[in-house]
């Protein structure tokens, strides 16, 4: 319908008057859809009332689309990484050790795990720069042990697999002579990860229109040519990796002062690893919406449909979602939903 | 004396380990596919063996064939899996099989629990008092299985026609086509094969180790490591490999603790991965042997 519009209109203006502004064209009615679902993730604490499941399985749908996100810029290269629960691990004990033992905000801390993450990255990318596809996708399974080995042998310093315990809460914020408190309050947890999958979506969709999000792309599809045309295969890569890494660690310290508690086996878990990976391919890797979708879409599902089915052992759903999407429509639903639209 | 007796250990650590090995080297030699469920295909053997001990009595020898024949049928339905994959074919198979191991895992969780479980052993260790060393009857039986499997696929590969042509497959698959060798036959033929040698892996690790739903990843990552460092369809190549990668991982737990152990297979892997980018897959004369 949409696309049929286009095509007509140019015919139609031809006969307008000068200076007739291409503004007073209606707008599509994805707009309006888009506004609707901004509207309902604002409003949505209010409308489950006083029960705080559904608040908090959305919020922390909200979570895993942000390391989607962060996932996906690596992604946009051409590589698929299989570790990322490495600079997620590596975010939240950076994180939470570091206000453990210098006992400064967590506002501060988080960075400091973001900047952890951010040079194991920068040392795949120097390790790792001439391995390509399922090569790279084995040495980043087999790198997420190293950190986790380390953490879980340091007893005098990481507690080892004990996990650290009683991590300090996010402190309340104040604007204007009104307190916004994070510890055990659903709702503003909800938007303070609103507001993280925000930027990180943000930063996902300037990186996607920025020139080195075009070198990225070309890198992703053919790699002689893009060096050809003037490239830097290896800093394109490098940079988007180090970015991704550097985003994924801020999560995983976010995540360690929400929860208070981390373990190895829990943050360097396959699991961590895994579900950025699902979203972002079941969404749709080469959307700007994609990984986003994919949350919303398959967290609930697992959490809220799932588990009261399964309580031990639903995140089975993750696994066949994979496989079918890989299978079945290797685009994602954004890219399926686009090529409907543009048939019909 | 203790040297003698970590030699040993790690020897027969290093035959359980090539055993792990060989049905991995197998399938992705002849087909290409990076199969990342296959510690998950060897803990459900286990699984299977140890009910089979702890509910039909069945001696343990006899777990073997019974694991054998499941786990060929479950390669199959596996192979019919990866027909569908589109390409690139090495990523996807990573991705999709990597989706597997989750599946399995958790199927692994809702059907078994998370306990740890262990076939015990029910001879007691041989004691040679005279060199004061200890050998239980699981050491004795990994070497041996391994030993005998090394020999048996060894000479499948290297004496019959089927072998020949499993072989050629390996070495350049067009070459083979042109030579009218029916690849597809050959991959159904590699997945029954390796099926069959996951399924004899599978009770000798309920018996060396702890199964647990989570702990596919250290046997993939071993078997990975192992065929790498021999190169595929080279038999003799993976048990030398399980021999190395056991001394190793003895030596580590030996000089440094238990808790390092993981890392070995790890580092090994990277490292092998690092300074072989070009490629796991014969190129060489050296690969043929």
């Known amino acids: ?344 | 004396m203790i040297f003698l007796q970590l030699l040993i250990n790690a020897l027969s650590l290093g035959s359980f380990y090539a055993l792990v090995a060989f049905g991995f080297a197998l399938i992705f030699g002849v087909t290409h596919a990076f199969n990342l469920a296959h510690g998950e295909l060897i803990l459900l053997g286990g699984y299977l063996a140890y009910f089979l001990v702890k509910y039909w009595q069945l001696p343990f020898i006899w777990t073997l064939p019974v694991c054998m024949l499941g786990l060929t049928m479950a390669a199959v339905l596996l192979q019919k899996l990866l027909q569908q994959v589109q390409p690139p074919y090495e990523l996807n198979t990573l991705v999709v099989t990597f989706g597997l191991a989750l599946v399995l895992q958790n199927v692994m969780l809702i059907l078994f629990s998370a306990n740890y479980r262990l076939i015990p052993s029910v001879e007691l260790p041989f004691e040679l008092t005279k060199f004061a060393l200890n050998i239980t009857e699981a050491q004795v039986m990994d070497i041996v299985v391994s030993l005998v499997a090394t020999i048996s696929l060894h000479l499948l590969l290297r004496k019959t026609f089927l072998g020949k042509a499993l072989r050629a497959t390996i070495q350049n698959r067009e070459a083979a086509k042109l030579v009218g060798i029916h690849v597809r036959r050959m991959s159904l033929i590699a997945f029954l094969l390796g099926g069959a040698l996951i399924g004899l892996a599978g009770p000798l690790y309920a018996r060396t180790a702890y199964l647990q739903p989570a702990g596919g990843t250290e046997p993939t990552l071993i078997a990975i490591v192992i065929t790498i460092f021999a190169g595929v369809g080279r038999t003799r190549g993976i048990l030398l490999g399980g021999w190395v990668l056991g001394v190793a991982e003895s030596l580590s737990v030996y000089l440094l603790g238990s808790g390092w152990r993981e890392l070995v297979s790890a580092v090994l892997l990277i490292l092998l991965l690092i300074l072989q980018p070009q490629g796991l897959l014969p190129q060489r004369a050296r690969w043929l042997g």
């Not at chain 1, 994805?30 to 499941?53: N, Q, R």
């Not at chain 1, 990318?125 to 042990?145: C, I, M, Q």
């Not at chain 1, 449909?305 to 685009?331: C, D, E, K, M, Q």
Request: charged fraction near 10%; include cysteine.
């Open chain 1, 1 to 344: 319908m949409q696309v049929a519009d286009e095509v007509q209109t140019p015919r139609y203006y031809e006969t307008a008057p000068a200076g007739f502004s291409m503004t007073m064209r209606p707008l599509p009615a994805s707009t309006f859809l888009y506004a609707a679902a901004v509207i309902l993730l604002i409003t949505w604490p209010f409308w489950g009332g006083s029960e705080g499941i559904y608040c908090r399985v959305m919020a922390m749908a909200f979570f895993y689309g942000a390391l989607a996100y962060a996932w996906n810029l690596y992604s946009l290269t051409g590589c698929i990484s299989l570790g990322h629960a490495a600079f997620f691990g590596l975010g939240a004990y950076g994180s939470g050790l570091a206000s453990h033992y210098l006992g400064i905000s967590p506002y501060w801390t988080v960075w400091i795990g973001g900047f952890l993450g951010a040079l194991y990255g920068i040392l795949w990318s120097v390790l790792f720069r001439k391995l390509r596809g399922a090569r790279l996708g084995l040495a980043t399974l087999a790198s997420v042990e190293i950190p986790k080995v380390i953490v879980d042998n340091w007893d005098s310093f990481t507690f080892g697999s004990l996990g650290l315990v009683g991590i300090a809460s996010l402190p309340g914020l104040n604007f204007a002579g009104l307190t916004v408190a994070f510890k055990d309050n659903f709702r503003t947890q909800y938007y303070l990860l609103l507001c993280t999958l925000t930027a990180i979506g943000m930063i996902h969709w300037l990186f996607i229109q920025s020139r080195w999000g075009w070198a990225a792309r070309a890198v992703r599809e053919e790699e002689t040519a893009a060096s050809m045309l003037g490239v830097n295969v290896a800093w394109t890569r490098g940079c988007a990796l180090a970015l991704s890494a550097f985003l994924t660690g801020v999560c995983g310290g976010v995540y360690a002062h929400l929860i208070g508690l981390i373990e190895p086996s829990m943050v360097f878990s396959l699991h961590i690893s895994a579900l950025p990976l699902v979203l972002s391919i079941f969404g749709g890797r080469y959307q700007t919406l994609g990984p986003v979708l994919g949350a919303l879409i398959l967290y609930p599902l697992d959490q809220l449909v799932f588990r009261s089915i399964f309580p031990v052992g639903h995140a089975f759903l993750y696994g066949l979602v994979i496989i079918t999407t890989l299978i079945f429509f290797p685009n994602g639903v954004a890219g399926w939903l686009q090529q409907r639209v543009k048939i019909s």
